[in-house]
């Protein structure tokens, strides 16, 4: 199975910053890579597929980036809505894998 | 706008066999190309992909749970459903269940609220 390593695990920040994490494909992955956003009890909520394709409905200070083995989401300006923890995903071979999340909090 | 729904018991003792049902509501089950996967989160932890079927019943299972894994689907009830075997304290998770689309569609959206199941005696 494909592995992804996000960076950094957690991440302290201020609402204004511009906040990036980074994905890591054990293999390359084409563009075949999901973005998620999870807020405590809530279920993942898709931000960005194929890459850096922006989900409808999602703000654009959300983009992402990347191909291959490495890949980026990156928040332009943070807003206090933005605190929560993001997965990537990859989906160019089965079985689909999740990186292990990185936890965006407040400074 | 397609919403999903998790249902089945919240608590299974250890070996036997856990049983969830996702509703499909707001278009048919049956309708465009697309996959319902099983998702699970254990607490404080990271998601892992179960499975997933297609309503003409042809199924993918991951690897690490494929021996006690059956995803099944009922298109005139607009429902699939998840049977996980034998299960042990490790199999306590959040379980969700969500849409995909095929080869080179393979992200989740929507997802289910999801429905937390704890395996204990």
């Known amino acids: 199975a494909i592995q992804l390593t996000q960076s950094p695990s957690s991440l302290s920040a201020s609402v204004g910053d511009r906040v990036t994490i980074t994905c890591r494909a054990s293999?390359?992955?084409?563009?075949?890579l999901a973005w998620y956003q999870q807020k405590p009890g809530k279920a993942p909520k898709l931000l960005i597929y194929?890459?850096?394709s922006l989900e409808s409905g999602v703000p654009s200070r959300f983009s992402g980036s990347g191909s291959g083995t490495d890949f980026t989401l990156t928040i332009s300006s943070l807003q206090p809505e933005d605190f929560a923890t993001y997965y990537c995903?990859?989906?160019?071979?089965?079985?689909?894998?999740f990186g292990q999340g990185t936890r965006l909090e407040i400074k | 706008q397609v919403q999903l729904q998790e249902s089945g018991p919240g608590l299974v003792k250890p070996s036997q066999t856990l049983s969830l049902t996702c509703t499909v509501s707001?278009?048919?089950?049956?309708?465009?190309?697309?996959?319902w996967s099983w998702i699970r989160q254990p607490a404080g932890k990271g998601l892992e992909w179960i499975g997933r079927?297609?309503?003409?019943?042809?199924?993918n299972y991951n690897p690490s749970l494929k021996s006690r894994v059956t995803i099944s689907v009922d298109t005139s009830k607009n429902q699939f459903s998840l049977k996980l075997s034998s299960v042990t304290a490790a199999d306590t998770a959040v379980y969700y269940c969500?849409?995909?689309?095929?080869?080179?569609?393979?992200?989740?959206?929507?997802w289910g609220q999801g429905t937390l199941v704890t395996v204990s005696s």
């Open positions: 969500a849409r995909t689309g095929g080869y080179n569609s393979g992200w989740f959206d929507p």
């Open positions: 079927i297609y309503t003409s019943g042809s199924t």
């Open positions: 995903q990859q989906f160019n071979s089965y079985p689909v894998t």
């Open positions: 293999q390359g992955i084409s563009s075949a």
């Open positions: 194929d890459a850096s």
């Open positions: 707001g278009g048919s089950i049956s309708s465009g190309s697309y996959y």
